[in-house]
């Protein structure tokens, strides 16, 4: 007995179909624009894609200030912002990641690859000083850290000219920055900086959970301080004790 596979011979019309190639160029085409319909037609009559979340917000201006510096820095090409819902990330990480947690950012820090922890939750998990430590010299509080130092953010003032401006432009592309916000961006930004309570009731009336700075008797805000402003703010904002009932972690 052969031990050769037998296969079904084809029907006339796959022949045709398998055999012509305008045919077959055809039948990928429909194929791909029905496929393509119903992923985009719901788009256009759906309002937002998005899940609206409790406690998500805007950035303070310091966080944004600090926003900017981490995308200017690259910071995305080693750390994503994007846990899995797979047990193992989220025993590692903390909460899989929410698409409404990343909904005011331009752009959004979500990514696939990983040199270093994600930090999708790590607001809150050090203090400031260690913060701080860490940018300047990475292994004095990591040792096995192969990140580059940032110790430069230490010395260098924070240029906030044209955070208003930035705040402004955001607005215009829906993230909800109210007047009494942008108004007071200048002495909201500092207060973050440099107060222990976070500026005190009126920037946390416009901001919940603001991370309260600590300039350390500097006179000037600078760029390290608006960096850490935003890790102390990542994954801070939604009571994940909500969403833990409905989690399906396999």
Not at 67 to 75: D, L, S
Not at 165 to 182: A, K, N, S
Not at 230 to 236: C, E, I, M, N, T
Request: hydrophobic share 35%; proline share 6%; with cysteine.
């Amino acid at each position: 007995m052969s031990n050769a596979t037998h296969h079904a011979p084809a029907s006339g019309l796959q022949k045709r179909i398998e055999t012509n190639s305008i045919f077959l160029v055809i039948g990928i085409l429909l194929l791909v624009s029905v496929g393509g319909l119903v992923e985009i037609v719901p788009l256009f009559y759906l309002k937002n894609t998005i899940e609206r979340v409790e406690g998500v917000r805007p950035y303070t201006p310091l966080e944004l200030a600090g926003f900017n510096i981490y995308v200017r820095e690259g910071c995305y090409t080693c750390h994503s912002q994007m846990i899995r819902p797979l047990r193992d990330e989220v025993e590692r990480y903390g909460h899989y990641s929410l698409a409404a947690e990343s909904m005011y950012d331009h752009p959004f820090q979500w990514g696939s690859k990983r040199n270093g922890p994600d930090l999708a939750r790590v607001g809150g998990k050090y203090s400031n000083d260690w913060q701080r430590d860490h940018l300047r010299d990475p292994r004095s509080v990591v040792s096995s850290s192969i990140m580059p130092g940032y110790p430069f953010l230490a010395t260098t003032p924070l240029n906030a000219e044209h955070l208003v401006e930035q705040m402004q432009t955001l607005r215009v592309v829906g993230v909800p920055y109210t007047d009494e916000q942008i108004e007071n961006a200048a002495a909201d930004l500092a207060a973050q900086a440099s107060s222990d309570d976070a500026g005190g009731p009126d920037l946390l009336k416009r901001y919940p959970n603001a991370a309260p700075g600590d300039m350390a008797g500097k006179n000037a805000i600078t760029e390290e301080d608006a960096l850490v402003a935003y890790l102390q703010h990542l994954g801070v904002s939604v009571d994940f004790k909500l969403y833990d009932d409905k989690a399906n972690i396999r």
